[in-house]
């Protein structure tokens, strides 16, 4: 079983930058797929980014790209999410997700992951 837990969100104003952590411990191993995905209230969950760790290649949604950047430290089972020009649409609870083991694609879609996050609120104000 794996635990994930979420650090790092606040508030900003917009143009702001925050960092998001999401430490995974309990069962892992280095061939894992972990993403971001985010929700606002009343919304469905969206996918934000994700990183598998084999082929070390990172995915972004069009609304982030090239404003985000997802990384992942294996020896320390942590991803992040660096949040850079943050606007207000980018205001959301933010989730993390992971597999440790078994197929993942491009980690783009919920069913992909077997754990997840509690959440860290980022909200971004005009």
């Known amino acids: 079983q794996v635990q994930l837990v979420e650090s790092g969100g606040g508030s900003v104003q917009t143009g702001g930058s925050l960092s998001l952590a999401c430490a995974a411990s309990?069962?892992?191993?280095?061939?894992?797929?972990m993403g971001w995905f985010r929700q606002v209230l009343g919304k469905e969950r969206e996918w934000v980014a994700s990183?598998?760790?084999?082929?070390?290649?990172?995915y972004y949604s069009d609304s982030v790209k090239g404003r985000f950047t997802i990384s992942q430290d294996n020896a320390k089972n942590t991803v992040y999410l660096q949040m850079n020009n943050l606007k207000p649409e980018d205001t959301a609870m933010y989730y993390c997700?992971?597999?440790?083991?078994?197929?993942?694609?491009?980690?783009?879609?919920?069913?992909?992951?077997?754990?997840w996050g509690q959440g860290t609120q980022v909200t971004v104000s005009s």
């Open positions: 309990g069962t892992t191993n280095s061939r894992n797929c």
């Open positions: 990183i598998k760790s084999i082929i070390k290649v990172a």
């Open positions: 997700a992971a597999r440790f083991g078994g197929y993942c694609d491009t980690g783009r879609t919920e069913a992909e992951y077997w754990d």
